[in-house]
Every structure is written in C-alpha cells, then in structure tokens.
C-alpha cells in the first residue's frame, strides 16, 4: 500500500458570532478537503480539540444540481455532525474569503449531511436558514436533568426536545439571572445524555443599572466580558454539550429556540440573542424571520487564523 503524503492545505480559524476576535465560538476550516478519507478528518478535529472542524469538497453533482456552492463535513473531536450552526456561518466565510464564487449573487448554498442550508448577508453579518425543525418527546430523565442543572420545576416556564440536526432540550427558565447563576454539575449532564439548552427572555424591568445586581450577569459586565449592555439583548442563552463542558455560543440551539419559542409565542421575531458571558465570551445572535415564516440565525465572524495545514 503506497503510503499517504500530506499536503500543504489552506486553513482558517473563525470566530463565529462576534465582530470581535476570540469573543465567539471558532472553528477551524480546511478549505481543500479533497482526498481525506473519514479517519484522516476525524483525527485532524480531535488534534484541533475544538468544538467543530469542518472539511470543504466541491458538491456532489446532485447538490450542484440543485444550487450547492460547495460541500462540507462538519466533526468534532469524536463523531461528524449531519449539521452545525456556527461551523455553517463559520465555512461560509472562510470559503468566500477565500474567493468562493455563489452561483447565486445573494446566497451560498451549502450542502451538508442534513441537506441543503441557505446561507445569506444581512444586517448582523452571515445568516443561515434554519433547518427543518421538529418537537421530540421530552426525555424521561427530566427531572434528573433539572437537578444536574440545579433548577427547580418552579423556575422552568416551558420545555421542549428539538431535532434541526443536532437534538436540543431547551428550557424556558423563569428569568436571566436565573441563566447566568446556573452552576451545573457537568460531569452529571453528560452521563445524562442529553445536549441542555436554557434561556430566559429580558423583560421591561430588566433594564436598570447592573451595578446592583447580585448575579453572574452583573459580574460578567462588570470584569468587561460583555462589550455591550445585556438589555440590547431580548434572550439570554446558555448551552451544554453531552461532552461535559458549556458551548460558548451555539447556532443550532438557537436555531431550535428561536423554532419554538416564536411559534409558541414566546417572543417575536427579530430579537438579538446573547450567549457566553459565563465562559468569557460575548456572543450575539440576530434571529429574524421572513414573509414564509423560515426562521433565520445571524451573526457576524472575524478570521483569527489564516494559512496552510499539511494533511
């Protein structure tokens, strides 16, 4: 068997949901994946130890057939994903600032495991269409949930199980101090098996001084985590993986809340989403919705790394 030579690569890493750098969530983007094998771009995302790395190959002929600009793979450092949130903004950008042509002026069309997202430029940056999304049955182990998050039933106004690729319990939680005083225990979160994510909308009374307020929000402004006040904010959003640590910003579960909580009413579209204060981020997410009622997921991304990799 002839060996595998390596090969100088183009490489960026993105910052996703932020105009400024190392405030998002980044993934790392090989932009000519031609010739790995499965194996070779699962072992590069485990070396990158980041939450997603994702793989450019040209569309299949069915994809271009029906509009795809390009093909991605997107991994994790153990499995591939049929789709991702910010590795989609995060490709996007990287292929056009590589000189990626869409066929359509206004759009990229990208074609992944779960099909074909749209991808478009708008007010806050890069927005993808959210993908077909659909209700679940709540897990059994809800109330196991609950005491690994250290919630009470009281404190969860509502609760849903969302599949848009990845599969999302998103829970409504009474209030954003509640969001950001969250300290769950982790470890019990994964051994539970179920990615969590909470949210709680800012209501009108929300809008005074955080200086007196006794919560991780106030501590976040207050060490300059947060560029901007939280009141620009309507949702404040926390995520946790099934692989025991919380995701700075998710695009997915945004994705899946914005999905249920405007159909059920909740909150109307747009709204500005804000995610990572309690790991040092300051991710915001711009949800809007359109005449057909598809639900859109925006945000701005900065390249933080550029050149090549050989693989």
């Not at 074609?111 to 991808?119: Q, R, V």
Request: charge should be negative.
């Amino acid at each position: 068997m002839t060996p595998f030579a390596p090969q100088q690569r183009p490489l960026m890493t993105v910052d996703v949901f932020t105009a400024t750098p190392y405030k998002g969530n980044p993934v790392a983007v090989v932009l000519d994946a031609e010739g790995l094998d499965t194996a070779q771009m699962q072992a590069f995302a485990r070396w990158t130890n980041l939450s997603e790395t994702t793989f450019v190959l040209p569309p299949t002929a069915a994809g271009r057939a029906q509009g795809a600009d390009y093909r991605v793979r997107i991994f994790t450092p153990t499995a591939e994903m049929p789709f991702a949130g910010h590795p989609t903004l995060g490709t996007c950008h990287a292929w056009l600032q590589h000189g990626g042509q869409p066929q359509t002026s206004d759009q990229v069309v990208q074609e992944c495991a779960k099909g074909l997202i749209t991808i478009a430029c708008g007010d806050h940056g890069l927005a993808f269409a959210n993908p077909s999304t659909q209700a679940l049955p709540l897990p059994a182990n809800l109330h196991e949930i609950y005491a690994a998050l250290g919630i009470t039933t009281q404190q969860v106004m509502d609760a849903a199980y969302m599949d848009n690729g990845p599969h999302w319990l998103c829970l409504l939680l009474d209030s954003p101090d509640t969001v950001l005083s969250l300290e769950p225990d982790l470890a019990r979160l994964k051994a539970l098996g179920h990615k969590v994510g909470v949210a709680a909308l800012y209501r009108a009374e929300d809008a005074t001084p955080l200086i007196g307020r006794a919560c991780r929000e106030a501590e976040a402004f207050a060490t300059g985590l947060r560029t901007r006040m939280p009141q620009s904010a309507q949702l404040e959003v926390r995520a946790f993986s099934t692989t025991g640590v919380e995701d700075p910003v998710t695009g997915s579960l945004n994705g899946s809340l914005a999905q249920w909580l405007v159909t059920q009413g909740h909150v109307q579209a747009p709204y500005m989403a804000n995610q990572g204060a309690c790991v040092g981020r300051d991710g915001w997410i711009a949800i809007t919705q359109d005449a057909q009622a598809q639900v859109w997921v925006g945000g701005h991304c900065v390249t933080c790394v550029q050149g090549t990799v050989l693989l």
